[in-house]
């Protein structure tokens, strides 16, 4: 059960805590509490061992395919986490004896994670366990753990088993052998292992203390090395009332690091600085991040708060800011869903957040895209197509297309399903050109159109003039056989979202360079207009479908649950969603579509989307906003909180939604601080939810950071860059100069 942090101000809520422990539902922390920094993800699996763990780290970028029947993924590396204590020879696990009590805390403001436990072995006196432990912001490459025990009613003879465990697998999958284990110096535990395919050398280093009562123990320290573990063990009686801690400082590198580190002298550095001292550096890493991009939300409910601090966390720890050699998994570096693959989620939902707050790391991210261009212009190649076609699922730079072909049983046939989105879902292609222009509009950064931007620009609008084909009936191009965002309808003709995007991405390359083809296919390419009712239809023939009452599956705990009475096949019959896919297309191209299209069509589509993926809601809470709809957009809002953060258990074990923590983000700047970038130009004009009081954020916009204050009444907008910007504040256009603040009334 996850509870908020309340805080004793209105402005200090960065705690999240989990005060029942229940052994099955430890995956879904393991998610939310996972600890990173962008090159290391450190699930927060327990240091002892409970059926339902997955224990997981990984660093970004490993990439390995273990056999030509699998894809890449990002393999599961050995595990630092472990740590096995017993008193007076009982093994430490909260399933036995009597938990008196156990809190998890994740401290957003740090990164620290702690648990405070109080246990009663079977047979003995209680003891109180506290367990900390972070990855270093400020040192990449490190890992922090610490263990104090208090022996409170009696003498404890006290065993410690802890080490480097290479037992571990995706799934079952094992992407590494050994290469070498060995200790330096008596002390420094060290493990190489390689990928099995790619190559990569994974090297491991881990170094134990152990203090009773602030003094260094004299303990005999035994090596334990066995196949895929190397660790030690040490025994000792803790006297009643004294306290024994344990410091377990660790070290990761591999031979795909952008700068060779030697993890020796670095894991001993970090010796003499300590765990405490560690903690320090990394809490002020953090700090700094809090400074430049705490949101405020000062309301009723204190959840909010903690839910947009939460995205921020994650949207800090998902992401290598300076390597353009790797993108952001679905699921982040927290889990092994979708295998660490970097989808059209970073574009949509989670570059706005970038771009708006971490230019530099936007930056990062095309030019990833730029990177993988080669890839697309092979992908583009193979399918007859000219230009560049974005793979579906993308890994390593050199990689191409890495989406899977099956996944999960068919009811129907028993067999597993094909999947058809690494051939037919096409609009990523689009949806990278639309973050591009974004970025440049938002940043101003010419240089980067000049060397990668306009590239990719007109590489996919030329694959967009490929991919159309003239109808003889319709006197029109048409883009048939696709899946748009909705992946519960395949095989379709003139989805209007792809159609809508391609037209975008092909008119911006024009901007650029009059080529005819694209010309001719931008100008003559069907796009979906409103029928008799506004309603768009979402492709062709979509409005023939059956529809059918929701109401079960829309109340659903679970996703998918519709699959457990329809198979695809039978489900692409059906006006079902799983996921916004229309709705988004009014958003993203806001000014194309009249308020009143605008408002059916959500009306029309919110009845029929389920909400199967986690990008959905966030959608349908920044566009109910716009529509004057407020309630609904707070309850949506909620919503796409509760994807990972929800009152209760979360129940997500295959890692956190990366998107997600994007939408968030989306949900309190682009819905209620009300920020667009239309036509080139910034809107400010927030409007809050009602219990909020205020909202305080900041974006940075043509370079200059803005601080945006929002109250009841309307907004102060700060320029706390030096040069003058333009920004449309609610209906008043004005400029700002440097240093200067504007306040306009969001009161009719
Ligand atoms: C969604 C896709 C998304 C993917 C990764 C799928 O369930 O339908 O839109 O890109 O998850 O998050």
Same mark, same amino acid.
């Given at each position: 059960m996850l509870t908020f942090d309340r805080g004793t101000g209105a402005f200090d809520q960065f705690v999240i805590e989990e005060t029942t422990f229940d052994a099955q539902a430890e995956g879904g922390y393991e998610a939310i509490f996972c600890q990173g920094n962008g090159y290391l993800g450190q699930r927060a699996a327990l240091e002892e061992r409970y059926a339902g763990q997955t224990r997981n780290l990984f660093v /970004?970028?490993?990439?390995?395919?273990?056999?030509?029947?699998?894809? /890449?993924?990002?393999?599961?590396?050995?595990? $630092?986490?472990? $740590?096995?204590?017993?008193?007076?020879g009982m093994p430490f696990s909260m399933e036995q004896g009597d938990l008196v009590s156990c809190t998890r805390r994740l401290n957003l403001k740090t990164g620290e994670l702690t648990r405070y436990v109080q246990w009663k072995p079977p047979q003995g006196k209680p003891l109180t366990l506290c367990f900390r432990r972070f990855v270093s912001m400020a040192r990449e490459h490190l890992l922090g753990f610490q263990v104090e025990i208090t022996c409170a009613g009696e003498d404890c003879a006290i065993t410690v088993e802890s080490g480097i465990d290479g037992t571990v697998t995706n799934s079952g999958t094992q992407h590494l052998y050994e290469r070498e284990k060995r200790l330096f110096g008596g002390r420094i535990l060290f493990m190489e292992e390689e990928t099995v395919q790619s190559g990569i050398r994974c090297n491991l280093y881990a170094a134990h203390s152990y203090q009773v009562d602030g003094h260094e123990t004299a303990t005999r320290r035994l090596p334990v090395m066995r196949r895929r573990y190397l660790g030690e063990t040490v025994s000792m009686t803790v006297r009643k009332g004294q306290t024994l801690r344990i410091e377990k400082l660790c070290c990761v590198t591999t031979s795909r690091d952008l700068l060779t580190l030697d993890g020796e002298a670095a894991l001993r550095e970090a010796i003499g600085m300590g765990y405490e001292g560690l903690l320090c550096e990394s809490a002020a890493a953090w700090a700094a991040l809090w400074a430049a991009q705490d949101i405020r939300i000062d309301a009723q409910n204190g959840y909010d708060q903690v839910a947009i601090r939460f995205a921020l966390y994650h949207l800090n720890i998902m992401v290598k800011k300076d390597d353009d050699r790797v993108g952001i998994g679905a699921k982040g570096l927290s889990g092994e869903g979708y295998k660490g693959h970097s989808f059209w989620d970073t574009e949509i939902f989670l570059l706005p957040y970038y771009t708006f707050t971490q230019p530099d790391t936007a930056h990062t991210l095309l030019r990833y895209r730029y990177r993988i261009l080669e890839g697309a212009r092979r992908k583009a190649r193979d399918h007859g197509y000219r230009g560049a076609m974005y793979p579906w699922e993308s890994a390593w730079i050199d990689d191409g297309e890495v989406t899977p072909l099956l996944g999960g049983a068919d009811i129907v046939t028993g067999e597993s399903t094909p999947i058809l989105?690494?051939? !037919?879902?096409?609009? !990523?292609?689009?949806?990278?050109? =639309?973050?591009?222009?974004?970025?440049?509009?938002? /940043?101003?950064?010419?240089?980067f159109m000049e060397n990668h931007g306009w590239e990719m620009l007109m590489e996919t609008a030329r694959f967009w003039a490929s991919r159309a084909t003239w109808d003889e009936?319709?006197?029109?191009?048409v883009i048939c056989d696709v899946i748009g965002p909705d992946e519960y309808k395949e095989h379709v003709d003139n989805n209007a979202y792809t159609n809508y995007m391609a037209e975008f991405n092909m008119r911006l390359a024009l901007k650029r360079l009059d080529d005819q083809d694209i010309r001719h296919v931008a100008e003559g390419l069907w796009l979906p207009v409103p029928d008799e009712n506004g309603i768009i239809p979402q492709f062709d023939g979509y409005m023939a479908l059956q529809a059918i009452d929701l109401t079960r599956y829309k109340q659903a705990e679970s996703v998918g649950d519709i699959f457990k009475d329809y198979n695809l096949s039978q489900i692409n019959h059906l006006q079902v969603c799983k996921q916004s896919d229309t709705v988004l297309l009014l958003l993203l191209l806001e000014d194309r579509f009249s308020p009143e299209v605008k408002r059916r069509n959500y009306e029309f589509y919110e009845a029929r989307t389920l909400h199967d993926s986690s990008l959905s809601k966030a959608t349908h809470c920044v566009l109910a906003q716009d529509l004057? $709809?407020?309630?609904?957009? =707070?309850?949506?809002?909620?919503?796409?909180?509760?994807?990972?953060l929800p009152i209760g258990t979360p129940k997500?074990?295959?890692? !956190?939604?990366?998107?997600?923590?994007?939408?968030?983000?989306?949900? +309190?700047?682009?819905?209620?601080?009300?920020?667009?970038? /239309?036509g080139g130009k910034l809107r400010i004009a927030p409007r809050l939810p009602k219990g909020w009081h205020r909202l305080s954020f900041r974006i940075i916009w043509q370079g200059q950071p803005l601080a945006v204050?929002?109250?009841?009444?309307?907004?102060?907008?700060?320029? $706390?860059?030096?040069?003058? +910007?333009?920004?449309? +504040?609610?209906?008043q256009e004005t400029i700002i100069p440097g240093g200067q603040e504007y306040a306009g009334s969001g009161m009719a």
């Open positions: /970004t970028g490993t990439f390995d395919r273990f056999h030509e029947s699998e894809v /890449t993924e990002l393999p599961n590396l050995p595990d $630092l986490t472990n $740590l096995r204590l017993s008193v007076n989105t690494g051939h !037919i879902e096409q609009h !990523i292609t689009a949806d990278i050109a =639309y973050a591009v222009w974004q970025y440049a509009q938002a /940043t101003g950064d010419s240089a009936r319709r006197q029109a191009y004057g $709809l407020d309630d609904i957009a =707070y309850d949506y809002f909620h919503a796409a909180c509760a994807v990972d997500s074990p295959e890692g !956190i939604h990366s998107a997600a923590m994007g939408g968030i983000w989306q949900c +309190v700047v682009y819905g209620f601080g009300n920020v667009r970038l /239309t204050d929002a109250d009841e009444k309307g907004v102060r907008v700060t320029n $706390l860059g030096r040069e003058a +910007v333009g920004v449309r +504040v609610y209906e």
